[in-house]
């Protein structure tokens, strides 16, 4: 299995920028897409962006595409979430996964292993 460690987040004002990381131990980082996903009080955890095993593809929730950049460098066993743009509605707590397939996909249950969260609050 591997463990997910995010990192990042914090308080921005609207229209400002943040970059999430997520550093994973254990098992071959690359045999995994990486996801980001978050959840507001209340809510259903919603899928942000999702990366490829080599890095070459992406998919990005409508809310987020242009604003959101998604990398990671398998040499490091990370991933990123770059976050520009922010918006009020962004407020949220951001939680890294992966998914041991070869398919990018958007349904959180999909995924088999979760990072503990990180808070973004993006003040209006």
């Known amino acids: 299995q591997v463990q997910l460690a995010e990192s990042g987040g914090g308080l921005v004002q609207a229209g400002g920028s943040l970059r999430l990381s997520c550093a994973a131990s254990?098992?071959?980082?690359?045999?995994?897409?990486m996801g980001w996903f978050r959840q507001t009080p209340g809510k259903e955890r919603e899928f942000v962006a999702a990366i490829s095993r080599s890095g070459t593809n992406t998919n990005y929730a409508p809310s987020v595409k242009g604003r959101f950049t998604i990398l990671r460098d398998n040499a490091k066993n990370t991933v990123f979430l770059r976050m520009n743009s922010l918006k009020h509605e962004d407020t949220a707590v951001y939680y890294c996964?992966?998914?041991?397939?070869?398919?990018?996909?958007?349904?959180?249950?999909?995924?088999?292993?979760w990072g503990q969260g990180t808070q973004v609050t993006v003040s209006s």
């Open positions: 996964a992966a998914d041991e397939t070869i398919l990018i996909r958007t349904t959180d249950e999909n995924y088999d292993f």
């Open positions: 254990g098992r071959t980082f690359s045999r995994y897409v």
